[in-house]
């Protein structure tokens, strides 16, 4: 009889241990995600950020989504890009960016021919 209350004892110690680092084991626990949540289908983790940021991956963390900084901001002969965060026009060949004068876009360089 002592033989088999060993066995039990084994057994249900093995099985203890194994509930237990499945309920300590958090795939959340140590990744970072602040202004989200952490969530792991599959043990596998990600950030679900809150409305208005969006997941850095290089930071691995949610940030505050900026609005684009070219909405609503027209370059005529150009696209616009936003290098330092404030709009400014890449013009097209034979024009030029007058900036912030009268136009605030694309305008023709005198002489050149399209």
């Known amino acids: 009889m002592k033989g088999y209350l060993v ?3 084994v057994i249900a110690t093995l ?3 194994t509930v237990q680092s499945q309920i300590s084991r958090d795939p959340c626990k ?3 995600c602040e202004n989200g949540q952490c969530v ?5 983790p990600r950030c679900e950020c809150f409305t208005g940021y969006i997941y850095n991956p290089v930071l691995q963390t949610c ?3 900026l609005p684009d900084p070219c909405a609503g901001f027209s370059c005529g002969n150009g696209v616009c890009i936003a290098p330092n965060g404030r709009p ?3 013009c097209d060949p034979g024009f030029k ?3 912030g004068r009268t136009f605030n876009k694309c305008v023709r360089i005198p002489g050149s021919e399209v």
């Open 97 to 99: 960016f007058d900036a």
């Open 7 to 9: 066995i039990a004892v």
């Open 30 to 32: 140590y990744f970072p």
């Open 63 to 65: 940030v505050l989504l």
């Open 88 to 90: 400014i026009c890449e």
């Open 40 to 44: 792991a289908p599959n043990d596998v």
């Open 15 to 17: 099985c203890l241990s």
